[in-house]
């Protein structure tokens, strides 16, 4: 009784991933390009830097225009004891006015050009998020392409184990095996069921992320990833970092910020010279104690006197050390941008050959092994641990090799994210590796099996 129940356990769980793999298969496939797309259209974070790059705009405009005018009206002179006279002293008027201030030649053109540097920055920052939110779609998408794979495998594993379960009982029956070995295969199934939950709740982990990113709701479901064909990135490292130094945002960003320091800086020269301020009054004046009445006007200008040097020679230090800090800061990025370059190509050749490696090399000797191994077994050569040890080779390396597969694409999309462009932009930046299907290998350890179960028949 407690093995029928452990049988009923495992086939229960079995019927489950079945049901599983038949919703996740009925969902249309994703397309990357299409995820991206609706990831720069509609993430919050990005809208708010946009509108953060135009609000910086709009204040850099404003900057750039004089101050308003002032008017000026007063009554001048009045007589105490009859204010509302204007005729008996003839120091007594109605006066009008008009005043505009005028900073210091170079101030206001210094501070739209501070403001518009500004600007510039958060434009190129914005940019910057853009490529950190593509990069982030691409890696969660080749991280459930990996999950996916690795999904697919499993359940064809099951299947397998399940013809393993059949054949050490047929041999059980006529006394040829022994009992242990049907449990050493339920076993590994309840391993591999085990594995199979792990994996499923790290798709709907990288499905949660990839909704967060595209700003759908969360129930949303992610189709499966296409098979795809492996980029191979044929520019050399130099090449790489010298497209990043002139198409990176960040980099722009950074030498608008440089910029903006230098400027601030001749901003802050100017101010030890004075601002003007021009003014005009006119006065209406009436006929008294003889004096004719006659209108008067009044120009002039005043200035301040910039005698605050200490102040000014600080807003000079405050603003050659941001300048300093802005060259800073892109001199060591610059240097972080060499150093990845250099590491991800390295990370890039070694997932290359680990693809290569498997596809042509691995993968078909482990399942030629395998093969090896149930016709072994059949007739009692090796023991039904050395089947099973094929089976788990043979699943790892499939694993690996999908793992290897969906890395490389990631590499490749912080590589892009690095040198602020797309490879597949830049001339003869890639050249195709063959394609990564399974159907291109030799047939999968289920068909081997009932091939060898055919001849062993006859």
Known sequence: MPQRSRLFSIAFLFLLATNYAFAADSVPPENLTSLITTALADNPELKSSQSRWQMFVSKSRQIGALDDPMFMFKLQNLVARDPTSFDKDPQTAKVIGISQQLPFWGKRALKQEVAQYEAESYKWAMEERKLELARMVKESYYQLYAVDKSLEIIEKNLRI???????AESKYSVGQGVQQDIYKAGLEKSKLLDMQITLRQQRKSLEATLNYLLYRPDATSIGKIADFELPKQSLSAQQLKETAYEKRPQIKSLTSLTNKGQASRRLAQKEFYPDFNLFF????????????????????????LPLQRERRHAMVAEASSETTMSQEELNALKNSISYSVNDLLAQLERRRKLVELYQGGIIPQAEQSLESAVISYKVNKVDFLTLLDGRVNLFNYERELYESQAEYMVKLAQLEAVIGTDLGSLPAAQVA???????ERSPPPAAVLSTAEHSQHK
Do not use: C, H, V
């Not at 184990?161 to 054949?167: A, V």
């Not at 209406?284 to 301040?304: A, H, K, L, Q, V």
């Open 161 to 167: 184990l399940t013809d393993f379960t059949t054949i």
């Open 281 to 304: 009054e006119y006065m209406f004046r009436e006929e008294s104690m003889n004096d004719p009445g006659y209108n008067m006007f009044t120009i002039g200008f005043t200035f301040n």
């Open 433 to 439: 590796l063959p394609p990564t299907t399974q159907a």
